[in-house]
């Protein structure tokens, strides 16, 4: 049996229409974790959806209880061949956001799969029930390829929480930190660079949201009797906004700036051109910090954004100075950046520009992956990527946007390789979510690949993955 086969098996899931049967029964599970009644439903996605399969496949499951009280419960599943092999962990979720189904084009419901042309759509189709079903169907492709092995050991953990923050996912990890060990993470969410360019990303920039807020008086003054004797706190809150980022989006504070882009990330970067694709706005090339291509601005380093600004009240202005304005941030920032001590770093520009009236509060925050793309894991899947597809696929040292990949990186402590299946325009967490046909087939014939050089490891394998490390 051979790679090939392997890969035709797992698109002829696509051409056959197994595969949209699959999803489409995923789908029809209403797992909305936003909502407080969707708890059964969660169970029942790993219960009664994802177990059965596993467990004809061979692996061990098990429901394990959410240590958060009342947050989705997770599924382990554990196939084990040979302690000699490798083992990898896969990752996926099984909750989607709100379906929001009266927004919908016409003709499309949330709750099942509507083809129309190369989309399918359907809430979860892109995040991530596609994805993972995409990496399930591959698995089945080289269980069958190599008569019932996979040549490597698996583990997978799916969550129910992940649209709602991940509760009780790093508190799960760091107990079970043995029972998830693994020499590598492979799994899929978020998405390509571009619809046509497979792309593997190795870890995410991490945000922290923060609020500044001011309030000077009761109410508001009439601005013709008080301007110019009562201080503004809408000026004053602008005048400090314009202190921290400069019209340019240039970051001006020292501590939230990242260290200098390593040579082998400016390397993995300097392949990939963003923005450009049909739909996406266009990229403002003079914006962001100097010096840096846009690519780098977005993947390489950090950027600090006005989410939302108020003073006074915008739908019926009046003519007084406001008592009160409130502005919500968020920074964006790459491995390296000092965030956790972003409270104390905010505290002292502020206080030391004369605006230590302003409230500050930072309301939440999540830390950035990366893995060097020079490390051997990440050689490998690359070298499986393009021999399966016979192209380059983009490699992103880390995504723009923020996965919870800190559990596996840092808390599991394993290089973390993402490969995912969905595209930029995919309405992710919006009304209208799809796949893209010619993308899930391509996702099955690469994971295929994937899999299968995962367990190549006689003399002739074109690839045979690193060396397990587990064992030392
Ligand atoms: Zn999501």
Request: glycine residues 10%.
């Amino acid at each position: 049996m051979t790679r090939d086969i392997a890969i035709q098996t797992a698109a002829a899931q696509y051409d056959s229409g197994r595969f949209l049967n699959d999803l489409r029964r995923r789908v029809a599970f209403r797992t909305e974790s936003q909502e407080p009644e969707s708890g059964g439903r969660l169970r029942g996605y790993l219960d009664e959806e994802l177990t059965p399969l596993l467990a004809q496949w061979g692996f061990t499951c098990r429901i394990v209880e959410n240590p958060v009280n009342g947050a989705g419960p997770f599924l382990i599943a554990h196939r084990h061949e040979d302690d000699a092999l490798p083992t990898v962990l896969s990752y996926g979720h099984g909750d989607v956001v709100r379906g929001y189904d009266a927004q919908w084009r016409a003709g499309l419901t949330p709750w099942d799969v509507t083809i129309d042309g190369e989309r399918w759509y359907g809430r979860g189709t892109a995040d991530n029930k596609g994805q993972h079903s995409i990496n399930l169907a591959a698995l089945k492709a080289v269980l069958h390829a190599r008569d019932g092995r996979l040549g490597f050991n698996l583990k997978l953990l799916f969550e129910t929480g992940e649209e709602v923050g991940s509760p009780g996912l790093h508190e799960l990890c760091s107990r079970l930190r043995d029972e998830l060990a693994a020499d590598v993470l492979i799994a899929s969410d978020g998405p390509r660079l571009c619809a046509d360019r497979p792309t593997i990303f190795l870890g995410s920039r991490g945000l922290v949201n923060f609020k500044l807020e001011l309030t000077l008086r009761e109410g508001g003054h009439h601005s013709g009797n008080w301007g110019g004797l009562l201080r503004n706190p809408g000026v004053v809150l602008a005048s400090a906004i314009a202190s921290m980022v400069d019209a340019h989006g240039k970051i001006l504070v020292d501590g939230l700036r990242p260290p200098p882009i390593p040579e082998s990330v400016r390397r993995a970067l300097a392949e990939i051109r963003v923005g450009g694709n049909p739909g996406e706005p266009e990229v403002d090339r003079d914006y962001g910090e100097p010096g840096l291509t846009p690519t780098e601005r977005v993947f390489g380093w950090n950027n600090l954004e006005v989410l939302a600004f108020r003073t006074g009240n915008p739908e019926k202005p009046v003519n007084a100075i406001p008592p009160h304005a409130i502005a919500y941030l968020q920074l964006r920032f790459v491995v390296g950046t000092n965030w956790q001590d972003l409270e104390r770093i905010v505290r002292a520009h502020l206080d030391a520009h004369g605006f230590d009236m302003i409230e500050l509060e930072v309301e939440r925050g999540a830390p950035a992956t990366r893995v060097n793309p020079d490390n051997d894991w990440v050689q490998w899947a690359l070298r499986s990527l393009r021999e399966t597809t016979g192209a380059d696929p983009v490699l992103l040292p880390n995504l723009g946007g923020t996965l919870p990949n800190d559990v596996f990186a840092e808390v599991l402590g394993m290089p973390t390789l993402w490969v995912p299946h969905s595209y930029p325009g995919c309405s992710q967490h919006a009304p209208n979510e799809h796949l893209l046909g010619p993308v899930v087939r391509d996702g099955l014939r690469i994971m295929a690949g994937l899999f299968w050089d995962l367990g190549a490891r006689d003399a002739g394998a074109s690839n045979p993955a690193p060396h397990p490390t587990t064992l030392a």
